[in-house]
């Protein structure tokens, strides 16, 4: 699928659904260690958020998905760190909520 729509190669800002709670989602962002809990985007180094109880905290969690977010949105935008540290940290940040 990458292929498809990243021809040109891909950006470096995700937004997914962490499968689970806004509770899950936030321990997620918390379990990470490389990844800064910053809501700038497009630094070099990598950072992370959960807008639901950040950004967007003002809304409820019915006004959350008018703005495109949920109480399961985690945003990345990944930095200049080494791809292998990048991915072990994203694995623990996974391995935490399982």
């Known amino acids: 699928m990458h292929d498809k729509y990243f021809k040109n190669g891909a950006a470096s800002i995700f937004t997914f659904e962490i ?3 806004s509770e899950d989602a936030k ?3 918390e379990s990470l260690k490389l990844f800064s809990l910053l809501a700038n985007v497009a ?3 990598s950072l992370v958020i959960h807008p639901a109880s950040t950004t967007h905290s003002q809304l409820s969690e019915e ?3 008018s703005s495109g977010i949920t109480p399961t949105t985690v945003r990345l935008s990944i930095g ?3 791809i292998d540290d990048i991915i072990a940290d994203l694995e623990e940040g996974f391995n935490a909520i399982k």
Request: no cysteine; proline share 7%; glycine share 6%.
């Open 19 to 21: 499968n689970g709670t």
């Open 27 to 29: 321990k997620f962002t």
């Open 43 to 45: 630094d070099v180094k």
């Open 63 to 65: 006004e959350l998905p």
């Open 80 to 82: 200049t760190e080494h």
